[in-house]
């Protein structure tokens, strides 16, 4: 239930929506960034080696787990939470949390989904050294927008979200710029089609 603004608070989100600029391809980057994050790369289509060389990379040591060792915490609260959602786990997002997450969390062409977005929500607060969220191409829409917005307006270190590729329309759009209201550290959000 939301309470009807004050003037003040309209004043406000209207003195920070003007910090915002978007380009023309969707991408919006917060005014006084000194440099914008550059936009991810294509993934390499041949073999699974450049995968584990990002998970490698994005651990927090540098070096990436073997397959088969026991899932950490954030692996496990992501299949619990995919049971209270009554969805099935996505494999690979399971097989990254189960590897360690560092900075980087790259889901591009995975195809999770409004509903499947919903455990990963749950446990992104539990990554707190997480820069960038990559979920470009994975059949969202304007609900999973929403509830991405809602889940990491308070997130400590997040810079990046690319959600480019999704089908989010105006509703989803304006959620979006509300998540960058009201988390300022973010500065990069592509949103492109």
């Known amino acids: 239930q939301r309470s009807t603004p004050t003037m003040a608070e309209v004043e406000e989100r209207q003195s920070a929506s003007a910090d915002i600029a978007a380009t023309e391809n969707g991408t919006v980057v917060s005014e006084g960034a000194s ?8 993934k390499e289509s ?68 409004n509903r499947g977005v919903l455990p990963l929500l749950e446990v992104i607060p539990q990554m707190e050294t997480l820069r960038r969220v990559v979920l470009h191409d994975n059949g969202l829409r ?37 998540l960058l209201n009201r988390n300022p550290r973010i500065r990069v959000l592509d949103y492109s089609n």
Do not use: M, W
């Not at 440099?35 to 294509?42: C, F, G, I, L």
């Not at 509830?147 to 979006?176: K, M, R």
């Open 142 to 178: 304007n609900d999973a927008a929403i509830a991405i917005s809602q889940a990491l307006a308070d997130h400590p270190s997040l810079t990046e979200v690319d959600l480019s590729q999704n089908q989010i329309s105006l509703n989803g759009g304006q959620a979006l710029l509300e």
């Open 46 to 113: 041949s073999g699974s080696a450049p995968r584990a060389a990002a998970a490698a990379a994005s651990t927090p040591s540098g070096s990436s787990v073997a397959k088969g060792f026991p899932p950490t915490a954030i692996a496990r609260s992501y299949e619990e939470a995919c049971a209270k959602f009554g969805v099935t786990k996505n494999s690979a997002l399971f097989d990254q949390l189960s590897e360690g997450v560092g900075d980087v969390l790259d889901l591009g062409k995975n195809y999770i989904g």
């Open 35 to 42: 440099d914008p994050v550059p936009p991810p790369q294509p």
